[in-house]
């Protein structure tokens, strides 16, 4: 979220229009906001893992259940009707608390904080637990893909101009152990409202999947700036 910016979009017929929304608050009070529920999202991937992990014993396992029911419910007591979507403030602010790869509020979303570089790389670092597992001990295939899309996406997006992925090529080159993984896109060329973006994702040994990715400015979203 920190690499993009506000952007003015979702034209009328798009479907997008009501999920890109300008609120009038202040970046410090998202800020605010974020240091409140992100803690929330944090427990609630540990209790994924411990779901996947945990060897206790049947009633236990109920009675967390009944547990886990409850505090639902006292979630849902007061909530927005359907998905965050994308806000931004005035200030250039955007936040999009839902997001599956970086939503500050999901707790499926690994915990990843997409930065770019003044030289356009864009990177992200995170930790691949045990929710992420595909074949026994590696990171699920789909979820490199979802990492690396996203990446791949902020760096076609740039600053105003929002992009969507059209086309995403994986050569998964080795598995991908879970554990720490990096994750590198920068736009290669551009061709119209073609973005096309080339982009890594690593373990500490070095690159498991290359990636290619042609994103498309969609022509709802072309702007003059
Ligand atoms: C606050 C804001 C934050 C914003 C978020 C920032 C970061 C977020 C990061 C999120 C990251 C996650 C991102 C996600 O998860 S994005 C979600 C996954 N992607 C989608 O759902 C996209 C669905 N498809 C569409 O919306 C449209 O079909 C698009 C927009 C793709 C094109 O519809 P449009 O009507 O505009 O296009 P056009 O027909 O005029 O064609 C234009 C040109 O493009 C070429 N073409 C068309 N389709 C494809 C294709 N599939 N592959 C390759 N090329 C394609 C076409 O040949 C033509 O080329 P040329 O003939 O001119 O040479």
Excluded at 30 to 54: F, G, K, M, Y
Excluded at 121 to 129: K, N, P, Q
Excluded at 134 to 141: C, D, E, Q
Excluded at 204 to 221: C, K, L, N, Q, R
């Amino acid at each position: 979220m920190s690499a993009t910016g506000g952007v003015a979009g979702g034209g009328a017929g798009t479907g997008y229009a009501s999920i890109f929304v300008q609120e009038d608050v202040s970046t410090a009070e998202v800020d605010r906001l974020e240091a409140v529920h992100a803690p929330l999202a944090d427990s609630v991937r540990d209790l994924v893992a411990a779901t996947i992990q945990t060897c206790v014993d049947e009633d236990e396992v109920r009675e967390v259940r009944a547990e886990v029911d409850a505090l639902v419910a006292r979630l849902r007591a007061r909530r927005i009707d359907g998905p965050a979507g994308v806000r931004y403030n005035a200030e250039g602010r955007s936040w999009s608390w839902g997001n599956a790869v970086v939503g500050e509020r999901n707790a499926v979303a690994p915990p990843l904080d997409v930065v770019r570089d003044p030289d356009d790389l864009v990177h992200a670092e995170t930790v691949l637990g045990v929710q992420y597992e595909g074949p026994p001990g590696m990171v699920h295939g789909g979820v490199g893909a979802l990492l690396l899309d996203h990446v791949m996406g902020v760096a076609a997006s740039a600053r105003k101009r929002v992009t969507f992925t059209g086309t995403l090529t994986m050569r998964y080159v080795r598995a991908t152990p879970l554990g720490p993984v990096r994750i590198e896109a920068r736009v290669d060329r551009e061709e119209g409202r073609k973005v096309f973006v080339v982009a890594t994702l690593a373990d500490p040994d070095g690159v498991t999947v290359e990636a290619h990715g042609v994103f498309i400015v969609p022509s709802w979203a072309v702007t003059d700036a």
